[in-house]
Antibody, heavy 119, light 107 residues
Framework: EVQLVESGGGLVQPGGSLRLSCAAS????????MNWVRQAPGKGLEWVSY????????YYADSVKGRFTISRDNAKNSLYLQMNSLRDEDTAVYYC????????????WGQGTLVTVSS | SYELTQPPSVSVSPGQTASITCSGD??????ACWYQQKPGQSPVLVIY???KRPSGIPERFSGSKSGNTATLTISGTQAMDEADYYC??????????FGTGTKVTVL
């Protein structure tokens, strides 16, 4: 059974940093591209970042470019999102999501982890 | 940037058909997919490549596309189908784009 489990969310002050993790199981992690998608409270879905299966290619939404860094450790079946210079508008539930290849739909999602940016 | 527009809400009676539209420039040249998100839960893929259904998704969910408008149809809608639905497409400039979302209410 495919499982994606996020962790690392919490309360952080504006300008602070946070690192999210996503632990994958039930599939060959190194065969799949991975993404982070977020959802602000009461709002819609917003794609955040993409990494190819071998970390060669990475993309970011304009709203987080230069502040967030996506990475993965295929040996540990884990995906990460380093978030720096956090802003109030980064408050959201962050989901990791799997895709077979670049541009494919997201076929499995984690349960999400809540990040709250507030003073 | 690329945008996908959905109606904010759709209401349907149990057993009837609900249709949710998703419109965007040149959507006819792209694949659309649809996600269902129930309150407090993660999104679930219900339609991909315009009209294909992942394994485990009930046959009452179907997708189609005409011109630049994709449509998700729920036939014989059940109370359990009450949820938010999002379309999504991939665009070369904006990359992964989600629609504005539609709340389906089963009255």
């Amino acid at each position: 059974e495919v499982q994606l489990v996020e962790s690392g969310g919490g309360l952080v002050q504006p300008g602070g940093s946070l690192r999210l993790s996503c632990a994958a199981s039930g599939f060959t992690f190194s065969d799949y591209s991975m993404n982070w998608v977020r959802q602000a409270p009461g709002k819609g879905l917003e794609w955040v970042s993409y990494t190819s299966s071998g970390s060669i290619t990475k993309y970011y939404a304009d709203s987080v470019k230069g502040r967030f860094t996506i990475s993965r450790d295929n040996a540990k079946n884990s995906l990460y999102l380093q978030m720096n210079s956090l802003r109030d508008e980064d408050t959201a539930v962050y989901y990791c999501a799997r895709e077979e290849a670049y541009g494919d739909p997201f076929d499995y999602w984690g349960q999400g982890t809540l990040v709250t940016v507030s003073s | 940037s690329y945008e996908l527009t959905q109606p904010p809400s759709v209401s349907v009676s149990p057993g009837q058909t609900a249709s949710i539209t998703c419109s965007g420039d040149n959507l006819g040249d792209k694949y659309a997919c649809w996600y269902q998100q129930k309150p407090g839960q993660s999104p679930v893929l219900v339609i991909y490549e315009d009209s294909k259904r992942p394994s485990g998704i009930p046959e009452r969910f179907s997708g189609s596309k005409s011109g630049n408008t994709a449509t998700l149809t729920i036939s014989g809608t059940q109370a359990m189908d009450e949820a938010d639905y999002y379309c999504q497409a991939w665009d070369s400039s904006t990359l992964y784009v989600f629609g504005t979302g539609t709340k389906v209410t089963v009255l």
